[in-house]
């Protein structure tokens, strides 16, 4: 197998879907040069606009993911041993820590959302009591497709995508070092329950944004069960 013709061409394919995404939005720039959301705490998008593009954005999302799975195939990161919670709190207090800066970019997480069971309840499904004869169910306003949307967090995602395909080596050696320091113990001067952490990014089941193969109805969706292959067969080679 060609790992790298794999992830050369898989790229090239999410690119191409970022910039469909990126002229959907109507930015005026990419996101990856970092002129696409900034200052976009004001943008708004139609509804209807805003839904089919997450609708996109998530499959995509989970693509680059297993996109950085496989770039992150064979790479061995080794890490200090953990400080202890003590040790931290006595050091920021001797000021020997920085405060760490508030981040100004969104960085594309790494693992998988694990799937909510909750269950969705509708706009319209709400107790609508009445006595007939006497009285009308009152009306209930259903939210309408174009009504302005907030798309600052939208953007962000955008340009965290756009970040992961312009550098991806930087991205797979963060997930490595991010499933080394889960697989660290954790240094502790008192010995409690021990908290288990995932160290396997990708979720059970089918991936987050995917569609069976008959309602897939967009190259994303195809680019993605690809990669799902691949970051599975990557996995289980380094695990």
Known sequence: MDWKVAIDIHREALRRILAMLVAMAGLPASPASGGGAAGANGTTLPRRLHRALLALLRPAEAAARR?????????????PPRKSSQEGSALRIAGSLPTPPKAVARALPLFDPLPRWTRHISHSAVPRI??????????????????PIGAARLLLRLEALGSVLDDLPRHARRLACLRAARRQPAASAIAG???????????????????????????????????????????SDTS
């Open 67 to 79: 996109l950085v799975i496989i770039a992150a195939r064979g790479l061995v990161v080794v890490l």
């Open 130 to 147: 009445s006595v007939p004869g006497f009285n009308a169910p009152f009306p209930v306003a259903l939210p309408s497709p174009h009504d």
């Open 193 to 235: 329950p021990v908290r288990l952490k995932r160290t396997w990014p990708l979720r059970p089941g089918r991936p987050p944004g995917s569609r069976p193969s008959r309602r897939s109805a967009h190259a994303v969706h195809a680019v993605l069960g690809d990669l799902q292959g691949l970051a599975v067969w990557a996995l």
